[in-house]
């Protein structure tokens, strides 16, 4: 089967091979696919990383295989760093150009290059099928983070207010699923590409009161239909926490923080003079600990 890698920031997938079909994910800098078909100007396409199908611009990803491939992806499973910002830039030492990486790229045979020159700051090197790029190192994170709540709070907080996009996972633009995706990458844990994927990984949280900083909590319609999920930011009985002070932190219009108790995600951002205090907006279907 031919093997494809993208060597763009981003690169959109959608359902159907045109450029006006829906978004259903992105491929980011650096991840490797499959070809499952190909027509005229289109590639449909199945992600390694989270097994996420769909059709891609044929010109956008770059064939790879034999002994590129096997090289290649041998690195990317041994890969720890990782860009932890929303956005970084990576330089090429092949041609100069700049090429704007997102939070999640997986950064292969990375490292802190220590200046000759004390006063000069160290610069981070990684390397893609042979060519080498030179990156801020204060934009990426070699180890993944310990899951915590402090942690956590310092990752998400670079992530607000980044609006919703559907199908994206990246700064410009994130769904729900794509925002879990790409913050739990941070943590050296590996999420499917949807919602209702994601509420399949990890155990069961009986409830609420039980839930820990990083665990995933999901909401459904009315038909049982698992169809939004966010992250426990803030659990209900860490030590000094008050009665209401349970806060996840989802991407619902935007990325934000917002208070959960066991009946939903309570946001008074919709307070109206019906509900001058603000309002249920999802119902709290499951809690899962990946």
């Not at 290059?113 to 204060?138: H, S």
Request: proline share 6%; net charge positive.
């Amino acid at each position: 089967m031919l093997k494809a890698i993208s060597l763009h920031s981003i690169i959109p997938v959608r359902t159907e091979p045109r450029e006006g079909s829906e978004q259903s994910t992105q491929i980011l800098f650096g991840e490797t696919c499959d070809i499952l078909e190909q027509v005229p100007r289109w590639n449909r396409i199945r992600l390694h990383s989270d097994g996420q199908e769909g059709w891609v611009d044929a010109k956008m990803i770059s064939p790879i295989g034999g002994k590129d491939y096997t090289a290649y992806r041998k690195a990317l499973k041994s890969a720890t760093a990782m860009v932890a910002m929303p956005m970084a830039y990576a330089v090429s030492e092949n041609n100069g150009q700049t090429i704007p990486l997102t939070a999640g790229t997986r950064l292969t045979n990375y490292q802190t290059l220590k200046p000759q020159n004390p006063q000069t700051a160290p610069v981070g090197r990684f390397e893609v099928l042979g060519v080498g790029f030179r990156i801020d190192p204060g934009m990426v994170i070699a180890q993944p983070l310990a899951l915590n709540e402090q942690n956590l709070m310092q990752a998400v907080r670079f992530f607000l207010n980044v609006p919703y996009l559907w199908g994206g996972k990246n700064a410009m633009g994130m769904d729900c699923s794509g925002f879990t995706q790409t913050i739990l990458s941070l943590f050296g844990k590996r999420l499917l590409r949807n919602a209702s994927q994601q509420a399949t990984q990890g155990s069961p949280v009986s409830l609420l009161k039980h839930a820990h900083a990083g665990d995933l909590v999901f909401f459904d319609h009315n038909d049982g239909r698992i169809s939004h999920v966010g992250i426990i930011l803030s659990p209900p009985f860490r030590e000094g926490a008050g009665v209401g002070s349970c806060t996840l932190v989802h991407c619902s219009g935007r990325v934000k923080v917002e208070k959960i108790d066991e009946t939903g995600i309570f946001s008074v951002e919709q307070a109206d003079k019906d509900h001058p205090d603000g309002r249920y907006t999802h119902h709290l279907a499951a809690i899962r600990r990946v």
